[in-house]
């Protein structure tokens, strides 16, 4: 795989601050990936959006956005990328569909024309395939002031999609969104990226949402934290374990010594399992159990131990 974004030594400190916002970042992201982009509110993640988006000034370092600087060619930059802001950008004088046409026709998609009608059926049936995905169909002709922030954050993704970005960036895309939406977009999502190779950059607080990337990047004071696959992320961050308990806990206790597997005493015995066959240990134990419960961390896990240390530093 090639890469698609390539960030070097990013730095980005704001006028009048004490320390980089963005510090000395450095990453890739390849063809198709669905690339996590997490941190706590204040990590850099916004800024490094707006800096690869091109909507905000880098102070040093090289940012290359499918092959191209984004200083140098930023409108090829552009060309190549679709954007879903965490503030919204809707012009609130217009309908829904007015909202996406003069979008499309600003991106040069399609040339200007005065009503829905008259656009391309290409136009016409992207608006509405878009719009039934994301639920909005009944709507799509309506004023969008009296939408709710779920409907103009519905909007906002329909609009973004229309132009089939190489990269889309979304900055908390499903903020707002009901169940039902949010399952639909990333199915659409996970769609889009195994037919056109679409590349996804993502931040978002529903970390579940990032436990199907590719690979996780974590921010902290504007550093990479850490990097990796969610998998390898969890093992780095959080020890997997059983629970287990006996009547017979004298025994037990023998025998996990025997084992030589590194335990806790409490109200039940935690093991660590350290890359052990969880089958191979419960095997070897001839005591009976009456407890047994096997704890595997989530991506939530580690990002929260990793916020812990990072307060603590």
């Not at 992320?233 to 996990?256: P, Q, T």
């Amino acid at each position: 795989m090639k890469p698609v974004i390539q960030v070097n030594h990013l730095i980005k400190r704001y006028k009048k601050e004490t320390r980089n916002a963005v510090n000395d970042l450095s990453f890739e992201v390849f063809e198709g990936e669905l690339f996590a982009f997490l941190g706590p509110n204040g990590a850099g993640k916004t800024t490094t959006i707006s800096i690869l988006t091109t909507t905000l000034i880098k102070t040093s370092g090289e940012v290359k956005i499918a092959g191209f600087d984004i200083e140098r060619d930023p409108t090829k930059v552009r060309d190549n990328i679709g954007v879903i802001f965490q503030k919204p950008s809707l012009d609130q004088n217009l309908t829904a569909e007015e909202n996406i046409r003069f979008h499309a026709i600003l991106y040069g998609l399609y040339r200007f024309n005065p009503t829905f009608s008259l656009m391309p059926e290409s136009y016409r049936r992207r608006v509405l395939e878009l719009s039934t995905i994301l639920g909005i169909e009944n709507e799509i002709f309506k004023p969008i002031r009296n939408f709710s922030g779920g409907m103009k954050r519905k909007l906002e993704i329909v609009r973004s999609l229309m132009q089939k970005p190489k990269i889309l960036f979304l900055d908390e895309p499903t903020s707002g969104l009901d169940p039902l939406s949010r399952k639909n977009l990333w199915d659409y999502l996970q769609k889009v990226r195994q037919e056109e190779k679409t590349t996804i950059f993502l931040t978002t607080h529903y970390l579940e949402e990032a436990e199907n990337a590719d690979r996780v990047c974590i921010v902290d004071k504007g550093r990479i934290v850490v990097i990796g696959t969610p998998k390898n992320v969890k093992e780095e961050l959080i020890d997997e374990y059983l629970l287990i308990n006996s009547k017979k806990r004298d025994l037990l206790r023998h025998e996990l010594n025997d084992l030589n597997v590194k335990f806790e005493e409490g109200e039940y015995f935690k093991v660590y399992l350290k890359g052990k066959s969880i089958q191979k240990i419960i095997n070897r134990l001839t005591v009976d159990l009456n407890v047994l419960q096997i704890h595997t961390p989530s991506l939530e896990d580690a990002y929260l131990e990793l916020i812990e240390m990072g307060e603590k530093r």
